[in-house]
């Protein structure tokens, strides 16, 4: 029997997924690549509202999980976002301190 791409419709959703993240990933790369370092620090501040979204989808997600895979991915996602959460208030709060008497 010969199997083909439509035989397995969660490998298919698999590969489009991961086609998509590292897709994602690069244009990610280029984008802030391409930003000016003056611009990096407000973008930073910018960006924690984008992290806590990310971060509350990463704990819905994560409440959700039926493998052990699944609710280890999560709390992998979990732990990165409230890292990127956090690092980005750090950042924020440093470029504050520089504009204080």
């Known amino acids: 029997m010969r199997h083909s791409r439509r035989s ?4 298919v959703a ?3 997924l991961l086609t998509i993240f590292v897709l994602a990933v690069f244009v990610g790369f ?17 960006a924690n509202a984008i992290h806590g979204v990310i971060l509350v989808g990463a704990i819905l ?6 493998s052990t895979l699944e609710l280890v991915l999560g709390l992998l996602a ?3 976002a409230t890292v990127n959460v956090v690092g980005g208030f ?12």
Do not use: N, W
Not at 8 to 11: L, V
Not at 30 to 46: A, C, D
Not at 61 to 66: F, K, L, M, Q
């Open 14 to 16: 698999v590969i489009d």
């Open 78 to 80: 979990v732990f990165l």
């Open 8 to 11: 397995d419709p969660q490998g």
């Open 30 to 46: 280029e984008v802030v690549s391409k930003v000016s370092t003056i611009l990096h620090t407000p973008l930073m501040s910018g």
């Open 90 to 101: 750090v950042v924020t709060d440093r470029m504050l301190e520089m504009f204080r008497k």
């Open 61 to 66: 997600i994560t409440g959700s999980a039926e």
